[in-house]
């Protein structure tokens, strides 16, 4: 297969900003609120920003090419890699994951869901754009199954366990169960 190594930082800097983002949040106390929306947002517009850099980088002439592709040895013991790259089909998916989060930040600046924790509500979020991105980059089934299923777990705390709520629950774990299905089917 034919990649291009060009500028292969942008989709781990891409991918793991919000996670920054988030251990920025850690040390902020739980009562400051405007604080932890502040934080949210700020992060979720720049990695907006590196996504929006990534789509000007990208070449669409060889769409069909894995590009800022990296390949690295990570795990040695149990032969892993650190394997990413994004061709044409997963670029608007990408880009669309990091407009979502900051739609949602924006959108839950004065409309934090019940129990109204913003600290815990936010972090989930970008811990969530952290696993949505991971998933359209990675290249190989066990770690896309593993971004996914990242990407499942906060969507699935965000979701109270009252009882009016839990089919949402349910269909946020049988989308991800078929979104898994269809990447590793492909």
């Not at 892993?80 to 669309?96: C, R």
């Not at 990407?151 to 349910?170: C, E, F, H, K």
Request: glycine share 6%; hydrophobic share 50%; net charge negative.
């Amino acid at each position: 297969m034919e990649v291009l190594r060009d500028q292969n930082w942008l989709l781990t800097v891409g991918t793991f900003l919000p996670m920054v983002g988030v251990l920025v949040m850690l040390f902020i106390p739980k009562a400051d609120e405007e604080l932890h929306k502040l934080v949210a947002l700020a992060t979720a517009v720049a990695t907006l920003g590196v996504g929006i850099y990534t789509l000007t980088q990208f070449d669409f002439d060889q769409a069909g090419t894995l590009q800022f592709f990296a390949d690295t040895e990570w795990i040695k013991v149990i032969s892993s890699n650190y394997t990413i790259g994004l061709d044409g089909m997963s670029l608007p998916l990408y880009i669309l994951s990091m407009v979502v989060t900051v739609l949602v930040m924006i959108y839950s600046w004065n409309h934090i869901p019940s129990p109204g924790n913003p600290k815990a509500f936010l972090s989930l979020m970008l811990i969530l754009q952290t696993g949505m991105a991971g998933t359209f980059i990675v290249d190989g089934a066990s770690a896309a199954i593993s971004f996914c299923m990242r990407s499942a777990m906060p969507s699935n705390m965000v979701v109270p366990p009252d009882s009016t709520m839990l089919p949402y629950r349910s269909l946020r774990m049988s989308t991800s169960h078929f979104m898994i299905e269809l990447y590793v089917v492909s």
